[in-house]
């Protein structure tokens, strides 16, 4: 079946789907975007997804296309439309069409371009990797120094995401004097003698969404958090390790440049949170 798609307050088949060649978000990467997560039919996180668009938009002067209420409506239309019962909700929004290529910003009565899709992913909560854990890699950051707006600037995580498994891992860490900073695609954490350490946020790192609910969910459990840099070694030395994302959620890691982080299992911390995380979500999805 041909998924229906959503560009610019269209719905139409993936087929008959296009973008101007002058779009901005084709020419110079000038576009933000939000990936939400469905089980059972249901959004998780709605309204934390929302909140991050807006700040993604305002840090870099773009105009709201829609209102939350308009962009709910067109999640669930998308899901209805596409029989969505596991799986992800895609949303994009570039600056738009400004006529010819310039690297100025155009007016900004300009609209802008907004494309969504879903993809299906059944049984998207019940990973299998869950039981075994991510074996990761380290690899210098490069990225550009605004990793708190969430563009579509994604090649370098995606050539390290490809380095990584060039080296037979599931993933990259990506290391900025000597600290981690992320994953590729996810927030990094690591557990020693109980407490669960991760990055702060700043402008070094993406605000994940699955972060922030994941903490809070931690400090209910009554399980202590620092937020604070935290270099490889220590990553190596950790009891446990795991990354969070939206469709990821809380994933294990089990190995950090082929050494075995504590017991090279899964541990107890991150199963946990996986499973209160989960747990919260089907109960508040939308």
């Known amino acids: ?39 059972d039919g249901r959004l998780l996180d709605f309204e934390g997804h929302m909140k991050r668009l807006a700040r993604s938009l ?21 899901i209805a439309e596409n029989d969505i019962t596991d799986g992800l909700v895609y949303l994009q929004v570039t600056r738009g069409n400004p006529g010819d290529r310039d690297f100025a910003y155009p007016p900004k009565d300009t609209p802008p371009t907004v494309v969504m899709f879903t993809q299906s992913k059944p049984g998207l909560a019940e990973n299998p990797q869950a ?8 690899l210098p950051d490069l990225r550009w120094a605004r990793r708190d707006i969430k563009t579509v600037q994604l090649l370098y ?17 990506m290391v900025e004097d000597g600290h981690v900073t992320e994953g590729t695609s996810n927030n990094a954490y690591i557990v020693k003698d109980g407490t669960i350490v991760t990055r702060a946020l700043s402008d070094d790192i993406l605000h994940g969404i699955t972060r922030a609910a994941v903490l809070r ?21 950790a009891d446990e390790a795991f990354v969070t994302s939206a469709s990821a959620f809380v994933m294990p890691v089990v190995a950090i440049d082929e050494a075995a982080v504590g017991t090279g299992a899964p541990g107890p911390v991150a199963r946990r949170l996986r499973e209160i995380y989960l747990d919260e979500m089907r109960r508040t999805a939308v």
């Open 217 to 237: 969910l931690a400090a209910e459990a009554q399980l202590a958090v620092e937020e604070r840099n935290f270099t490889v070694e220590e990553a190596k030395a």
């Open 1 to 39: 079946m041909t998924r229906i798609v959503h560009v610019n307050g269209r719905y139409l088949p993936e087929d008959q789907a296009t973008v101007s060649i002058f779009d901005r978000g084709f020419l110079m990467a000038d576009g933000v975007y939000e990936v939400v997560s469905v089980l």
């Open 58 to 78: 305002d840090e870099l002067g773009m105009s709201h296309p829609m209102t939350d209420e308009e962009w709910l409506e067109a999640h669930r239309r998308l």
């Open 131 to 138: 039981d075994t854990g991510l074996r990761v890699c380290t």
């Open 157 to 173: 995580p995606s050539m390290a995401k490809m380095e990584a498994k060039a080296r037979g891992c599931d993933d990259a860490w």
